[in-house]
């Protein structure tokens, strides 16, 4: 059995040349065993969990809580003597139960398999539209705000009855306090004009209500505040997650060649292929729980009140889980990634990426046959590390023109 290992400062960095790995020291962590000692900068002693089995467990288990009021210790600054308040009405995702299920259940009908796929043609549209915009301006693009930022912004505010005129609005927004790399001041100001804008747009749905899910959401005993709440959390995880992951995925299939040509050579490839890109980039690196009692896990105890941090994009790379996992194999058989978390707060919009990833790609790739990146590899710019969502900033790319 090995000792158990510690892991001394939060690692954000990813190395040098390896933009689609997870950190190098939690790699190493997870050599030592699936959880390692983890102190906080307030002199709490917490946990990091990385290996795919145990973060599952965790997950699943109700004796580890998401409320956000009980996490009084941060990995990256200390908050002794802070207050830490509640989520606002209508966010549920740091609840538990019954008020996360009060929110969510509404919802899970609103986001089926079925329900998600009949966006297909709409997905399939949007995404042309977008290609053809491509195609004329091209030959040289950025691919962020060309392609992958629109098209999930386009489906989440027709989803969501947002007009299409304010789109560019959220984009900019919610790219602000989620994307890291600005000033507080400017996360403040971009959070709290999504946060007013929601605000008019609930009331402008009870004057007027439409065919979208927001106005579906007002004959329940939800109150203006917490319809508010939930758009928020949809209209966040529904744009900036897909929109990393349609950019982070083409750039990953720009540096494995012989994967892309096999992604444009067999059109059946899709389901496989966004499955895997989607556990070997994880844009969404984890998350924390804290635990409600003294539970055992991993042959350590956690004492009630411990904070516990799951490394979602370390678990996905878990040599007890996948073989080579390191390695971008698009007919990967070994499936059943983490990136969409698991348990009562597994993402509710995974099907709806899914259905954006499996149209966009594909059609991008075999609409520009010869698209590449416009500027060496190690000139991307990436996010900034404290970024919620991992993925680039703009990506250059170019393609040659058919006379």
Request: net charge negative; charged share 25%; proline share 8%.
């Amino acid at each position: 059995m090995t000792s158990l290992h510690t892991v001394t400062t939060m690692p954000n960095k990813h190395q040098p040349g390896c933009p689609f790995d997870p950190p190098k020291e939690l790699i190493e962590a997870r050599e030592h065993g699936p959880i390692s000692s983890f102190p906080f900068p307030d002199g709490h002693q917490g946990w990091m969990v990385t290996g795919f089995d145990l973060i599952r467990t965790v997950l699943a288990d109700r004796r580890f809580s998401s409320r956000k009021e009980l996490m009084r210790h941060h990995p990256q600054m200390d908050l002794a003597g802070f207050e830490i308040p509640p989520p606002p009405p209508g966010e549920f995702l740091l609840m538990d139960d019954p008020q996360h299920s009060r929110y969510r259940k509404p919802l899970v009908g609103k986001f089926t398999v079925r329900r998600m796929r009949q966006l297909t043609e709409r997905v399939e549209q949007v995404t042309a539209e977008h290609l053809d915009a491509m195609e004329k301006a091209g030959p040289t693009a950025d691919l962020v705000t060309a392609f992958a930022k629109p098209i999930p912004s386009v489906i989440i505010c027709e989803l969501l009855g947002v007009p299409y005129a304010d789109r560019a609005v959220f984009q900019d927004n919610i790219d602000k306090f989620l994307g890291g790399g600005v000033s507080d001041e400017e996360l403040i100001a971009a959070y709290t004009a999504v946060q007013q804008y929601l605000a008019e747009l609930v009331v402008a749905k009870r004057a007027n209500p439409t065919d979208d899910v927001l106005s579906d959401l007002l004959d329940t005993d939800l109150t203006d505040e917490e319809l508010k709440g939930m758009a928020l959390i949809l209209l966040s995880a529904g744009f900036d997650t897909t929109a990393n992951m349609l950019a982070l995925g083409t750039f990953a299939l720009f540096q494995n060649p012989a994967q892309l040509a096999a992604l444009r050579a067999d059109p059946s490839l899709a389901d496989s292929a966004i499955e895997e890109l989607l556990r070997y980039l994880t844009v969404f690196k984890g998350s924390m729980r804290v635990a409600l009692e003294d539970v055992e896990l991993g042959g350590q105890t956690i004492k009630e009140g411990s904070m516990v941090l799951l490394a979602y994009h370390t678990a996905n790379r878990d040599p007890a889980r996948f073989s080579d996992p390191h390695l971008l194999d698009l007919r990967r058989q070994d499936g059943g990634h983490l990136t969409f978390g698991h348990g009562v707060h597994q993402c509710l919009g995974q099907q709806l990426a899914r259905v954006e990833l499996r149209v966009a790609l594909p059609a991008l790739v075999n609409r520009f046959p010869t698209l590449r990146l416009a500027v060496p590899a190690d000139e991307v710019e990436l996010r900034p590390e404290s970024a919620d969502v991992y993925g680039v900033r703009s990506l250059p790319v170019t393609w040659d023109v058919t006379p």
